[in-house]
């Protein structure tokens, strides 16, 4: 209960009602970390008898070191997508800090060559099409590109660039898990729009016509969505005093 005013004082104001929490500042962790374990239980799997008969993609004859690339890359990708979990860990940074700068040296050190430069390696000669090439390889080099400006500010201490640069580099490395759900999306799409001679039950038959948007609306979506949240809720946009 208030207490009274003492005579001759004025009455205190009544404490405003705190904000209502937004829904991207609750515990968002942890459906993130069970998106990204199931992710990569239904992605990584394939890969770990190192048979290119059990690969998801169509691997190409030549170079004869696409699929070692590949499967590099794709070990390296499943260290990195759970180094991003610890990495946006509001918790854990606040609390260990010194756990924040340690995997956040192995997301960049591993990440570059074990996923990034592989990726950029390997997106030449995707199976899927030019439209995938060229996607892929944009996406690599703008993952390469925001990795290494996001250490850079970091070294520099400039901590605000250091902390957007890297927002840029995760939502990237979410393009892949992302991409199972713009192909759920997809492919009821392009069921709509194919030859009806293409049986519909065969995946592969549709992979012409979704790969290339596919694979760019994977990186583009979840970097534009970072794009907003930096621009519109970021801690410049909440204390730009402190920025
Ligand atoms: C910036 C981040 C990434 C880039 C630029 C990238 C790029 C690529 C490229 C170019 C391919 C070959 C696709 C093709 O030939 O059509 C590929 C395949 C693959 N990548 Fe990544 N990747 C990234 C992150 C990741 C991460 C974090 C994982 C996690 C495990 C991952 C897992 C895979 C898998 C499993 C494949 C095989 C195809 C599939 O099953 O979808 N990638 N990636």
């Known amino acids: 209960m208030t207490p009274p005013a003492a005579p001759g004082t004025a ?30 239980l239904y992605a990584v799997p394939p890969y770990l008898s190192l048979d290119p008969a059990d690969a998801r ?16 890359h794709i070990f390296g990708g499943a260290l990195l997508t759970l180094l991003v979990i610890l990495q946006v860990w509001p918790w854990l940074r606040s609390r260990y800090p010194a756990v924040h700068r340690w995997s956040g040296r192995a997301y960049v050190l591993a990440g570059i060559p074990l996923v990034g430069v592989p990726a950029l390696l390997i997106a030449p ?20 590109a925001f ?29 892949i898990a992302f991409n199972r ?3 759920v999306l997809l492919i009821p799409l392009a069921l709509l729009g194919v030859d009806p001679e293409v049986p519909a039950e065969d995946p592969m038959a549709l992979a012409p016509v979704v790969a290339a948007p596919s694979s760019f609306l994977s990186w583009i979506v979840p970097l534009l969505f970072v794009e907003w949240w930096i621009k519109y809720r970021g801690p410049r946009r909440r204390r730009p005093a402190a920025a």
């Open 181 to 183: 759900v713009v192909l």
């Open 147 to 175: 990795t290494v400006l996001g250490f850079a500010m970091a070294r520099r201490r400039r901590f605000a660039d250091h902390r957007e640069w890297m927002l840029r580099s995760f939502a990237l490395i979410y393009g």
């Open 57 to 72: 993609l169509p691997v190409p004859q030549t170079p004869s070191w696409y699929f070692p690339v590949l499967v590099t």
């Open 125 to 144: 000669f995707s199976g899927t099409g030019f439209g995938t090439q060229v996607s892929n390889t944009v996406w690599a080099v703008l993952w390469l």
């Open 11 to 40: 009455a205190p104001r009544p404490r405003p009602a705190p904000a209502p929490v937004r829904w991207w500042r609750r515990p968002w962790i942890l459906p993130l970390a069970l998106f990204s374990l199931t992710f990569l």
